[in-house]
């Protein structure tokens, strides 16, 4: 449990630290052209409320680790024959 934990930690550092630093030094330029832009859909206009966000985001992670837990099993299950 104590290799786990300090593996873990580690993971969860180096994932965090790289986030922040492509964050950092990215460059963003505002062009007032918002068919230049990658998420003109994600804005305002989307007309999505946010308790929705909140539950689609609840439920695809519900669904990413039953998935993750099932062929986990499965593999382990393959690996036992």
Same mark, same amino acid.
């Not at 290799?3 to 986030?19: D, E, K, P, Q, Y």
């Not at 963003?28 to 539950?55: A, E, F, Q, R, V």
């Not at 992670?61 to 993750?68: A, I, K, R, T, W």
């Given at each position: 449990?104590?290799?786990? @934990? $300090?593996?873990? %930690? $580690? *993971?969860? #550092? ?6 922040? !630093?492509?964050?950092? &030094?990215?460059?963003?330029?505002? !062009? #007032?052209?918002?068919? /230049?832009?990658? !998420? ?7 007309? *999505?409320?946010?308790?929705? $966000?909140?539950? *689609?985001?609840?439920? &695809? #992670?519900?669904?990413? +680790?039953? %998935?993750?837990?099932?062929? &986990?099993? @499965? +593999?382990?299950?393959?690996?036992? /024959?």
């Amino acid at each position: 449990l104590g290799l786990r @934990l $300090i593996a873990s %930690l $580690i *993971i969860g #550092g180096a994932v965090n630290l790289m986030h922040y !630093t492509g964050m950092l &030094s990215a460059t963003y330029t505002y !062009t #007032g052209d918002i068919s /230049k832009s990658l !998420t003109h859909l994600l804005g305002p206009s989307m007309n *999505i409320p946010p308790p929705w $966000i909140c539950l *689609i985001a609840m439920v &695809s #992670g519900v669904v990413m +680790l039953l %998935l993750s837990q099932h062929y &986990s099993d @499965l +593999l382990y299950m393959l690996q036992q /024959k």
